[in-house]
């Protein structure tokens, strides 16, 4: 099953490099054809901006056209101008011959004036004669031929004048269709000037603008073969452009084409091998469900075991702490012992006085008044000198406990003053001193054996604490009946200093182990201060 996993794990992690492949190749395919797509587009752009340009081209040549027009309109005002300076020319030759005729017309009227002034002094002479010749008959010796020829004088006159006055009347006339020429002459020759001046205007206009339009048309003609020239070269860059870029945006469609089938074929086999894989996922799932079981039940006992080391643990702590404790409880025993011996020791002495006493006084009769004078006196010596204990952390307790210690030897050694009568020490501070328990002592603790230092290893209580420490907390629980010489009132006082330092529950343990471990004579002593222990309040926490 193992090898059928790692089979399908390894053909998996095959299938799935394949797939990121063509999926790599497919995405840069893709973006391949993005951007071909992106340069079609520029070519597109740069197609619009090319018939935009077209455009523009077309826009300048109708602008050249409008041009040309304008070119050919300036030509025709010209052509306008220059007959018009004919017909100027013409009408001033005429008017000159008009004002010749005038001058000729003139001259003809005086003449004729001249003649017609002529022809009445000849009819005034001739009236004149006639008047002479009817007033005086006689002096003609002819009268008769001289009034025939003043009668065809008088008729050529009549007749000269009357071709005089109606050559006179054609002259008139003549007179006034020239001056009515020559008045419509000046006027037009007038308003030929006044035409003149416009024309001579526009035409200087026409001529400005002329310039000005060859100058434009000769720089729109250069921009324009230059924009010819420049779109023929662009024109045929972009058609290259525009067919590379659809060969190979049909070389990507082709491509994206095959890829696609590809990617179909792949995708199907990826299903059908997904449906493998799906098989034996479901298989691995259901074997990964059993193996989970396995490992709960694999995790319990090895919280079990877990729960049992801690608890191992927490024996050989107490075991330890046991252990320390009879260390110290022995150490406790020696110097009770030793202060044994010397109580014992200071007693012999005070039996020796005591003997010198009475040997001294002859008589073991002492009056109670004397007797009762030697207890004051010792009490108040004693009130006056407390005993200082050595090297106490805390001198309330030991100078509680001295004091009771003193109290109680001074009791003793009262009532044996009382009924033998003899005087008291005058040193009684050495006697409580030499009753006192001195329990801060350094204790050298007794090595453990190596099975049990094996045992009590990676315990909490691997530091040694100090032997004041273990005195202070062993020095009520480890004394015999027969060595200790502390009460079962000292025994509180230490216990209730225990208490304050230890847990309650580590206590209760440490009192069934104790109770467990003792023999003999301490046996009912650590049965005695169990119960204490269990009696004691909650507040040690």
């Not at 602008?63 to 100027?88: G, N, P, T």
């Not at 039940?297 to 049992?308: D, F, I, P, V």
């Not at 009490?379 to 001198?395: A, D, E, G, M, N």
């Not at 000292?490 to 208490?499: A, C, F, K, T, V």
Request: with cysteine; hydrophobic share 30%; proline share 3%.
């Amino acid at each position: 099953m193992a090898a059928e996993r790692g089979g399908a794990a390894s053909s998996l992690s095959g299938l799935e490099a394949e797939h990121e492949v063509t999926k790599r190749a497919f995405s840069d395919s893709r973006a391949e054809l993005l951007h071909k797509e992106r340069n079609t587009e520029w070519l597109k752009i740069e197609l619009v901006r090319a018939k935009e340009f077209q455009l523009k081209l077309a826009e300048k040549d109708v602008a050249i056209s409008e041009l040309k027009r304008e070119l050919q309109r300036v030509f025709d005002l010209e052509a306008e101008l220059e007959l018009k300076s004919k017909d100027e020319k013409e009408l001033l030759e005429s008017l000159y011959s008009q004002t010749k005729q005038l001058e000729q017309a003139k001259m003809s009227l005086e003449e004729s004036k001249l003649e017609i002034g002529y022809l009445q002094t000849n009819a005034e002479t001739v009236e004149h004669i006639k008047w002479y010749y009817t007033t005086s008959p006689k002096t003609n010796p002819n009268p008769e031929c001289d009034v025939e020829l003043l009668k065809r004088r008088l008729e050529r006159a009549e007749e000269s004048e009357r071709l005089a006055a109606s050559r006179a009347e054609s002259l008139a006339r003549e007179a006034t269709l020239l001056k009515n020429e020559i008045k419509l002459a000046t006027e037009a020759e007038e308003k030929s000037s006044r035409a003149m001046d416009d024309l001579a205007s526009v035409l200087k206009e026409v001529t400005m603008e002329l310039n000005k339009a060859r100058e434009e048309l000769s720089e729109a003609e250069s921009e324009l073969e230059e924009m010819r020239s420049g779109a023929s070269g662009k024109e045929e860059k972009l058609k290259a452009l525009l067919e590379e870029a659809r060969r190979e945006a049909n070389q990507y469609k082709n491509t994206a084409e095959r890829l696609r089938h590809e990617a179909e074929e792949t995708l199907v086999a990826w299903n059908e091998k997904e449906v493998g894989f799906i098989g034996c996922m479901k298989r691995v799932e259901e074997e990964r469900a059993s193996a989970q079981k396995e490992n709960k039940r694999l995790l319990e006992a090895e919280k079990m075991t877990r729960e049992s080391k801690d608890e191992t643990h927490k024996l050989r702590d107490i075991l330890k702490q046991a252990l320390n404790e009879a260390n110290a409880a022995k150490e406790a025993a020696g110097i009770a012992k030793r202060e044994n011996s010397q109580v014992k020791d200071s007693l012999a002495e005070k039996d020796g006085a005591l003997e010198y006493l009475t040997q001294e006084y002859g008589t073991p009769k002492l009056s109670e008044a004397a007797a009762q004078e030697s207890i004051k006196e010792l009490k108040k010596l004693l009130h006056r000198t407390p005993p200082v204990p050595k090297h106490s952390p805390k001198p309330n307790e030991e100078d509680h406990r001295q004091i009771h210690i003193n109290k109680q030897q001074d009791h003793d050694l009262c009532d044996s003053a009382a009924t033998s009568g003899y005087e008291p020490d005058p040193k009684p501070a050495k006697v409580a001193k030499a009753m006192s328990f001195d329990l801060t002592e350094p204790v050298q603790t007794d090595p453990l054996d190596p099975a049990k230092a094996e045992a009590l290893q990676g315990s909490i209580f691997d530091t040694e604490s100090p032997p004041a420490h273990h005195r202070k907390k062993s020095s009520s629980a480890c004394t015999s009946d027969s060595e200790s010489m502390v009460t079962d009132e000292e025994s509180d006082h230490l216990d209730e200093h225990g208490n304050r330092i230890k847990k309650r529950a580590l206590l209760r343990r440490f009192g069934d182990l104790l109770i467990r471990k003792r023999v003999g004579h301490h046996h009912h002593h650590h049965h005695h201060h169990h119960h204490r222990i269990r009696r004691q309040p909650s507040s040690i926490e």
